[in-house]
């Protein structure tokens, strides 16, 4: 005698050939990274709030995320050592934070999607040294106001995430990875060798532009959330599975 519960296990069975052998729908594939870090030099200029000396106790500090679709065709593609992906961001935000008690509140920026730069650079030469992961964005202020600098409003420009000058081989190739370099073997701020730090944010205004300086503590791959459909499709198995289960006692 066959048993009852049969064609649930039939059912099941089907169900999980379908999700085998269907693709995945669509070709975007969104990545994003997280980061943190801290400032280290500025311009000579006073930014309220902002602490940029590392002789101070409480330096200011950064983080954000951005977001870039995997897919993005290379520009550079001829150059196997430097991939050059334009208009590969698709998000981008970050806060400032301040410690002095005058200015309470983080400064928030976010990604212009109609600003003057978008890209991601890999160079992976083949001398460790010469490689770099570079990403170019746009800015624009969140509040309506941006930091104060000599008297003056400036507001986020431009921001860029420069790692440089690794002390060992980072990259095999120069494809654009969804998972962030090791920040290790990279150089770290110095006004000598690496002026432009591991990031840098440029605030501007009518009487020009004021760049700040620091090093990454932090860039890691954020958590994914788990699609609906992969709920949907669970729930359904263990309904399925509830109703063997229910079956099979029955069996005599």
């Known amino acids: 005698m066959k048993p009852r519960f049969s064609t649930v296990a039939m059912g099941l ?43 101070q106790s409480n330096l200011s500090t950064i983080s954000g995320s951005f977001t870039f679709e995997s897919t993005t065709i290379d520009a550079n593609a001829a150059d196997h050592h430097i991939g050059q992906y334009n208009g590969a961001l698709s998000a981008l935000s970050l806060s400032v934070t301040n410690v002095s008690l005058d200015y309470p509140s983080p ?11 978008n ?18 964005a746009s800015m624009q202020n969140v509040q309506p106001n941006g930091p104060i600098v000599d008297g003056d409003n400036y507001f986020a420009r ?16 120069d494809l654009l990875s969804g998972t962030p370099p090791d920040l290790s073997p990279f150089s770290l701020y110095s006004a000598a060798t690496n002026p432009n730090g591991q990031f840098r944010l440029v605030l501007a205004s009518v009487h020009g532009d004021h760049t700040l300086y620091g090093n990454l503590n932090s860039l890691t791959l954020a958590a994914v959330p788990v699609p609906a459909a992969v709920y949907l499709f669970g729930t359904g198995l263990i309904g399925l599975v509830g109703v063997a289960r229910r079956r099979m006692t029955q069996v005599p």
């Open 13 to 55: 069975f089907f169900l999980t050939m379908i999700g085998l052998v269907t693709p995945a729908t669509g070709t975007a594939a969104p990545v994003t990274f997280d980061f943190t870090g801290s400032f280290t030099a500025a311009d000579p200029h006073s930014l309220g709030g902002i602490r940029v000396n590392p002789a």
């Open 158 to 173: 431009d921001f860029f995430i420069s790692l440089l000058r690794p002390s060992a081989e980072v990259f095999a190739n």
């Open 119 to 136: 890209a991601i650079q890999i160079n992976a030469d083949h001398t460790p040294v010469n490689q770099s992961y570079i990403v170019s």
């Open 107 to 117: 400064y928030q920026f976010s990604f212009n999607s109609g600003g003057g730069l």
